[in-house]
């Protein structure tokens, strides 16, 4: 049986997993530096005692690039414990728990409580995204990089926060 403490614990923050990346280091950082959530988003993470992020991704992984450097401000400001396990080194975890479709899609984001149970899973990127790149209608690069960077943004935070409102609703 997975033990997300045992993983948890294991993983690595931002700061060490960027640093001992080969390469991307200037996206993973830029993306950070760029993030400013808005006073509701900080304030609905602060609200969930406890909230811990576990994610699963790579350095060359364009999603990881956009998503990772955003949740991991966002965990910065909100004094949420974020980690970080290499997809790569860890495929029997993958494999044994993280497939989608039968496929090893990433970023993975696990939201764990305070006693390291799974309360929400997200992965990959966000379903408008995936509706954009996969409807042939509007190509991301006619968006432009500024506008694509933001939507995945908005988009991001837009469904983390339903999925973890509707996973709190229903456990109470």
């Not at 992984?61 to 970080?84: H, M, V, Y």
């Not at 990959?124 to 190509?139: F, M, Q, T």
């Not at 935070?157 to 229903?170: A, G, H, P, S």
Request: glycine share 4%; hydrophobic share 40%; aromatic share 12%.
């Amino acid at each position: 049986m997975l033990s997300f403490e045992k993983e948890y614990k294991r993983a690595v923050n931002f700061s060490d997993f960027v640093s001992s990346i080969p390469i991307n280091k200037i996206f993973f950082m830029s993306n950070y530096d760029d993030f400013v959530p808005d006073k509701k988003t900080i304030d609905f993470f602060k609200s969930i005692d406890g909230l811990k992020i576990m994610v699963i991704g790579e350095c060359w992984c364009k999603d990881t690039i956009n998503e990772l450097p955003i949740l991991a401000k966002l965990a910065d400001l909100c004094g949420i414990g974020l980690r970080i396990l290499t997809r790569d080194d860890n495929l029997d975890l993958v494999d044994g728990y993280f497939l989608t479709d039968g496929k090893r899609r990433m970023p993975v984001v696990i939201f764990l409580d305070s006693n390291y149970a799974e309360v929400a899973r997200w992965i990959e990127r966000p379903r408008k995204i995936n509706d954009i790149l996969h409807s042939g209608a509007e190509s991301i690069h006619s968006m432009g990089t500024d506008t694509y960077k933001q939507l995945i943004k908005f988009e991001t935070m837009r469904e983390i926060i339903d999925i973890l409102r509707y996973k709190m609703e229903t456990q109470e």
